[in-house]
């Protein structure tokens, strides 16, 4: 059974950093993009960054300078610098293993003003 699990959020003052991780783990053959994506309340999922298996990046506006995608295998790292509390969200990591679309369970970032 694969699955994918991230881990690294918590709660961090405006301006600070926080390192997301995220891996995979199963019987895996294909590895393809990766993604972070997040949710506040309220509000849709919204992508934040993408990485594919050549190593091009893609970011949504709102974090363009501030956060860093990277993966290494069958692990994806989301960098978060300069957070601000329009940050705070449950950010959730998304895979595509063995053709197939995996996410995990997500990880609450919070950031106080």
């Known amino acids: 059974q694969v699955q994918v699990v991230e881990s690294g959020g918590g709660f961090v003052q405006a301006g600070g950093s926080l390192r997301l991780s995220c891996a995979a783990s199963g019987i895996i053959f294909r590895i393809d993009s990766m993604g972070w994506y997040r949710q506040a309340p309220g509000n849709e999922r919204e992508l934040v960054a993408t990485i594919t298996s050549d190593g091009r990046t893609n970011y949504a506006d709102f974090v363009k300078g501030r956060f860093t995608i990277s993966r290494a295998n069958a692990e994806v790292y989301l960098q978060m610098n300069s957070l601000t509390p329009e940050d705070t969200a449950v950010y959730y990591c998304?895979?595509?293993?063995?053709?197939?679309?995996?996410w995990g369970q997500g990880t609450q970032v919070t950031v106080s003003s």
């Open positions: 998304n895979q595509d293993l063995n053709t197939r679309s995996y």
